[in-house]
C-alpha cells in the first residue's frame, strides 16, 4: 500500500508509461486517419473549408495529422515533431467542431488534446526509434 501512495517513480516505469501513452493513442488515432483515407471522396465534399483553404486541403492535412503523423507516434519515430500536426488537429476539432464544449460532445479530443501536449512536453521515451538513432 505504501508504494501505490508513493509519489516516487523509475526511470522504467516512466519510459513505460510514456510507451502505452504513445501507442494507444497514436493507433486509435490511426485507426480516425485510415478511416478519412479511404473515404476522402465521400467525405472530401462536406468536410470543413478551414481558414479557407479549401475542403480538399483541410481533409488532406488532417489525414497527414491523424494517419501519418500517429504511425510516427506508434513508431517513436519523430515523435515531438509528430505530435505538433497532431495537437494543431486535436485543437481546431475541439474550436471549431465541438464549440469547447470538454465536458461534452468534445470530451475526446480535449483527452487527445492533454496526451499530444503530454508527449510533446516528455518526448518519446526509452522504447522508441528516436532514442535508438540518438545512442
Given at each position: 500500500m505504501k508504494k501505490l501512495l508513493s509519489t516516487k517513480y523509475s526511470a522504467g516505469a516512466f519510459s513505460t508509461a510514456v510507451?502505452?501513452?504513445?501507442?494507444?493513442?497514436?493507433?486509435?488515432?490511426l485507426h480516425h486517419g485510415y478511416n478519412k483515407l479511404i473515404h476522402f471522396a465521400d467525405m472530401q465534399p462536406k468536410f470543413m473549408n478551414?481558414?479557407?483553404l479549401g475542403s480538399t486541403v483541410s481533409l488532406s492535412m488532417v489525414i497527414f495529422a491523424e494517419f501519418f503523423c500517429s504511425a510516427f507516434l506508434i513508431l517513436g519515430l519523430f515523435t515531438r515533431l509528430a505530435t505538433i500536426p497532431l495537437i494543431i488537429t486535436m485543437g481546431v476539432a475541439l474550436w471549431k467542431v465541438h464549440h469547447f464544449e470538454v465536458f461534452g460532445d468534445g470530451e475526446v479530443p480535449a483527452l487527445y488534446l492533454g496526451a499530444y501536449i503530454t508527449l510533446l512536453l516528455v518526448g518519446?521515451?526509452?522504447?522508441?526509434l528516436d532514442s535508438m538513432m540518438g545512442k
Amino acid at each position: 500500500m505504501k508504494k501505490l501512495l508513493s509519489t516516487k517513480y523509475s526511470a522504467g516505469a516512466f519510459s513505460t508509461a510514456v510507451f502505452i501513452l504513445r501507442i494507444t493513442v497514436g493507433a486509435i488515432m490511426l485507426h480516425h486517419g485510415y478511416n478519412k483515407l479511404i473515404h476522402f471522396a465521400d467525405m472530401q465534399p462536406k468536410f470543413m473549408n478551414f481558414l479557407g483553404l479549401g475542403s480538399t486541403v483541410s481533409l488532406s492535412m488532417v489525414i497527414f495529422a491523424e494517419f501519418f503523423c500517429s504511425a510516427f507516434l506508434i513508431l517513436g519515430l519523430f515523435t515531438r515533431l509528430a505530435t505538433i500536426p497532431l495537437i494543431i488537429t486535436m485543437g481546431v476539432a475541439l474550436w471549431k467542431v465541438h464549440h469547447f464544449e470538454v465536458f461534452g460532445d468534445g470530451e475526446v479530443p480535449a483527452l487527445y488534446l492533454g496526451a499530444y501536449i503530454t508527449l510533446l512536453l516528455v518526448g518519446p521515451g526509452k522504447a522508441s526509434l528516436d532514442s535508438m538513432m540518438g545512442k
